[in-house]
């Protein structure tokens, strides 16, 4: 069983930053790929970005490629999503995500995925 809580989230105006923080429980963190999806109002929630257990291989959507950045450390049980260069269209709630995966492939999918926190809203003015 992990535990996955969101933080980081709040208002920012556009071409700012956010770090968001993914704190999970349970000794098997390393055992986990970690995910980001986000879902804005009436949408569907969508991938962001993956990182793999070891922190060896990352994914990410078109939309935020070379914007976002995800990091991990496992001595902590913690994931982050750096968030630069952010954009109106960035706002939703924010979900980290855990996949039960040793392997260097990454999931986009929601269903591939095993935990899920609470969210955390991000919301960019123009």
């Known amino acids: 069983q992990v535990q996955l809580v969101e933080s980081g989230g709040g208002l920012v105006q556009a071409g700012g930053s956010l770090r968001l923080s993914c704190a999970a429980s349970?000794?098997?963190?390393?055992?986990?790929?970690m995910g980001w999806f986000r879902q804005a109002p009436g949408k569907e929630r969508e991938f962001v970005a993956a990182?793999?257990?070891?922190?060896?291989?990352?994914a990410y959507a078109d939309s935020v490629k070379g914007r976002f950045t995800l990091s991990r450390d496992n001595a902590k049980n913690i994931v982050y999503l750096q968030m630069n260069s952010l954009r109106p269209e960035d706002t939703a709630v924010y979900y980290c995500a855990a996949d039960y995966n040793v392997h260097q492939e990454l999931g986009s999918l929601r269903a591939e995925y095993d935990y899920w926190g609470q969210g955390t809203q991000v919301t960019v003015s123009s």
């Open positions: 349970g000794r098997t963190f390393s055992s986990y790929a």
């Open positions: 990182i793999s257990w070891n922190g060896g291989s990352t």
